[in-house]
């Protein structure tokens, strides 16, 4: 069947429910059109963007009537930046449509008819959540301005003065980079032309501490006066740290080796009644209060009683580990990023956690060099990047068999896929999943599940 639809082609259409990722699902004779910018009960006006022969995309060009669960978006960028898709849709919504996501997730590609998930659990704070922000450079007639990429745009920078995701303190630290960059007269870098020099600002902030960490990126190695620099940063007496990085390639990435030009090699993070130490490019997850949830959860799951050996696989800086120490007899922590193991074996020292061992790898090639050290694990807690376990680090699970498995996820679909091979290659079953919203007005969301043989 040709599709109703045509690109550039303008109709009305009412937005029936959301759709992974965030856009709205709205159907012209069972044609599916997936609708950027429209939300349940919307009648929009659209422009067809795409047509495939399953399905099109569509922008909404105007709201025509809108949908029960519209609110006004609080921010002036609400639309234009990159960040938040969310913000016009009532929280509870939100929450729902993740929850739904999992659940389908679930039943469509892992196949359970009805899955054991137990409700969302929402964010406590639906503003000023994250504690890092990385900001760009752009050009302005102002001078250098600091932003984010535009909504759907690689390479345009759409300059803010106030970003409600982040503190007062975070948003002080922007401008006041922001203010240094047009004294010198800097020229920020342009991702269409590879000219330019400025490149990035990264603001990490301890949240239960205070204590607050700046990366400034640019693309060259030519210097800058620091002096100047320093003074206007350290204005703020939560700055501990400045750090530079020079990011010479194409890519847009702030992950890259940076150099202490000013304070403390690392801040720290208090979670769990714990003490984390943050370098520039170490892990840690970006909603500390919601990070304490996701961790009591996981520990909730993972049932111990003081004598189980735990491995933590994709640990990051060890923080789910950590916060497990005192009720397992030892854990051992697996993360392929040595800055951060480098930050965990510290973490674990500051802790005082004597149970505890961190190692540097890929988690497919060396869980059988740590099934020899530790001896078979009774928990194994996962929390993978958004593209779940790899092949092979999924065959060496089914293959060991641990008798639980706490899969912390970032990604309900490849969770659900996960599963199912976990299910068809070692026979573990879903006992329990709950998900949780990390990141209000984002289409992210982030669950517990646990597997049993
Ligand atoms: C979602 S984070 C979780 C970190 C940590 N559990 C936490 O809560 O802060 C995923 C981590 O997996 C690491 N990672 C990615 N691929 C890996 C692999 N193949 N083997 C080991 N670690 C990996 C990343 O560097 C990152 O620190």
């Known amino acids: 069947m040709a599709a109703p639809v045509v690109k ?25 059109l997936f609708v950027r ?16 022969r399953s399905h099109a995309e569509a922008e909404t060009v105007e709201v025509l009537e809108p949908g029960p669960s519209r609110v006004e978006a609080p921010c ?78 690689w390479d345009e920078v759409l300059p803010v003065e106030r970003c409600l995701l982040t503190t007062e303190l975070g948003n002080g630290i922007r401008a006041a980079a922001t203010e240094w960059a047009r004294e010198e007269v800097l020229e920020a870098y342009d991702q269409k032309t590879h000219r330019g020099y400025l490149r990035h600002l990264v603001v990490r ?64 993070e208090e979670l769990c009644g714990l003490r984390f130490r943050i370098r520039p490019n170490a892990f840690l997850q970006t909603n500390t209060g919601m990070a304490e949830r996701l961790y009591a959860l ?21 923080t789910i580990g950590l916060s497990l120490a005192r009720h397992a007899r030892s854990i051992w922590g697996i993360e392929i990023s040595e800055e951060s193991v480098a930050c965990a074996l510290e973490n674990a020292e500051r802790n005082s956690a004597g149970n505890i061992a961190f190692f540097a790898g890929n988690v497919g090639q060396v869980v059988r060099d740590l099934l020899e050290r530790s001896g078979p694990p009774d928990v194994v807690v996962v929390d993978p990047p958004r593209a779940g376990l790899a ?60 597997l049993e043989p």
């Open 298 to 318: 996981a520990g909730k799951f993972a049932g111990l009683t003081g004598e189980e050996t735990v491995w933590d696989l994709y640990c990051g800086t060890g």
């Open 8 to 32: 550039e082609q303008e109709l009305e259409l009412r937005i029936e429910s959301l759709a992974f990722g965030g856009n709205g699902v709205a159907r012209l004779e069972g044609f599916v």
């Open 205 to 268: 902030e301890g949240r239960n501490t205070g204590q607050a960490l700046v990366v400034l990126v640019t693309s060259t190695t030519e210097p800058f006066d620091p002096e100047f620099f320093i003074r206007s940063l350290t204005k703020f007496p939560e700055v501990r740290s400045i750090y530079w990085a020079v990011n010479d390639g194409e890519g847009e990435t702030t992950n890259v080796p940076s150099k202490l030009i000013w304070g403390e090699e690392a801040i720290e």
């Open 391 to 450: 092949g092979k680090a999924l065959r060496r699970l089914a293959e060991i068999g641990a008798p639980r498995i706490v899969y912390v996820s970032c990604n309900p679909t490849t969770l659900a896929g996960d599963f199912k091979l976990l299910h068809e290659q070692a026979g573990y079953e879903l006992i329990r999943a709950r998900p949780l919203d990390m990141f209000p007005h984002t289409p992210h969301v982030e669950a517990v599940a646990l």
């Open 76 to 153: 002036p960028y609400f639309g234009a930046c990159g960040g938040c898709r969310f913000q016009d849709l009532a929280y509870e919504v939100q929450c729902e449509a993740k929850a739904a996501q999992v659940h389908d997730a679930l039943v469509r590609i892992a196949g359970i008819a009805e899955p054991p998930l137990e409700p969302i659990v929402p964010a406590d704070e639906i503003y000023g959540y994250r504690n890092k922000l990385e900001y760009s450079f752009a050009n302005t007639p102002d001078g250098p301005a600091l932003g984010f990429h535009r909504a759907g745009r």
């Open 37 to 52: 910018r429209g939300l349940p009960g919307d009648l929009v006006r659209a422009r067809v963007t795409k047509v495939k």
